[in-house]
């Protein structure tokens, strides 16, 4: 399959790219640093695109079967839209290219069932600051989940807990429901990011990955 992976530099989006590849896909790699990118292989192709920009987006989409999305962005106390508005260009771009399958990373601290009394107590403990921080990107990521939900594509958005380093692939599970205490490891992520794509198990579902 022909994938096209924005926020492919990322530490997550690197995985992506490598399973795909180990799965025999081919990888278009959207990037704004193409040269800092560590791959060099027949399958992994580069691009450079700035995600906010729809004419960017539209050109590194088009020719592809199906696309994984990765991109964050960075705790911050100003109002965010990175994710939100790359999704929509995603999306728009899609259409117009006649694509259906979308996969996008969330995030399970959307849900208000993961935050137990004892978990709520801990975040007022917490520096406003931080949890203003963490709620501006939370809210962007809100609305790009919504873009995902309304778009009339074949999406899956995926929810990982809290990210982890984890070096190889354990026995993590997709469920319905988040974990009461989420954690996922980045191979985690990436394994059900590239199993999702080629088999389609969570057509226009929310699943969590722990």
Known sequence: MKLVVFGANSPTGRLVTA??????????????RPADFPFCDHRVQTAAADVMDADAVDWVTGG????????????????????????????????????????????????????????LMRQRAIRPVVLASGRAVQRDVRRMEDIVRESGLDWTLLRPGRLITGRDVSDYRITAL???RPLTSRTDIAHALVHEVAHGEHLGETVYVS
Do not use: F, W
């Open 178 to 180: 988040p974990a009461s």
């Open 64 to 119: 592809h079967e199906a696309v994984v999305s990765v991109i964050g962005v960075p705790p911050s106390v100003r109002p965010v839209t990175v994710c939100s508005q790359a999704t929509y260009n995603i999306v728009k771009a899609m259409i117009g290219h006649g694509m259906r399958r979308l996969l996008c990373v969330a995030s399970a601290g959307l849900d208000a069932a993961d935050l137990s009394r004892a978990g």
């Open 19 to 32: 399973m795909a590849m180990s799965a025999g896909h081919t990888v278009t790699a959207i990037t704004r």
